[in-house]
């Protein structure tokens, strides 16, 4: 089985819009910026073998605020940037009380059944707590970048920046391909 790393699309591969809660919905015309220093991370992730798999909640889908065209074009200039794997969206409003809205695991589920992967080995990276908590509830291991929005439930590690998260992750593969190790020689 496999591993991956979940990155939320909105605030880490693309800069967030600051607002009062999480963040504020963009003109439909308008192309999210793009998070520069995301870029160096997700290349090494990718070159130690993990799946890279953006996330996103998207209501605005089903509220008719976005189109499908539009989140298509945002996925496809992300696609060419970061060397993702796969983009998983939620398009539910939160009254549509969906498993695939996070924080509800189902994306991450999802995943876990089209590319064989081992949830307990892979991580989740946001800036807010949503998505730490559907690692938890799934088994993943939460990363969050420092942000007003990762709230005070669970997870696993807070730090300043991606450069760090992508060394935490390389460590804790380490530490885990070398606790394997140990118990396959015994």
Known sequence: MKSAVFFEQD?????????????????PNEQPAI????????????AAGLILIATANRPGLSTGQQSRRESDLVHARLRRIFP?????????????????RKPRPGLFTEAA???HLNLGQSYVVSDKWPD???????????LLLESPWIGAGHHDFVLPSLED??????????????????????
């Open 11 to 27: 605030g880490i591969l693309t800069l967030p819009r600051a607002v009062q809660n999480f963040r504020a919905e963009r003109h």
């Open 35 to 46: 998070n520069e220093s995301a870029i160096i991370p997700l290349r090494e992730l990718k």
């Open 84 to 100: 993702l794997d796969d983009i998983l969206i939620c398009p539910h409003a939160p009254s549509d009380h969906c498993p695939c």
């Open 113 to 115: 059944f089209k590319w």
């Open 132 to 142: 730490a908590e559907a690692a938890r509830i799934c088994g993943c291991v939460s």
């Open 165 to 186: 998260i992508q060394d935490k992750i390389l460590n804790l593969m380490l530490t885990t391909s070398n606790r394997t190790l140990n118990l396959a020689v015994r």
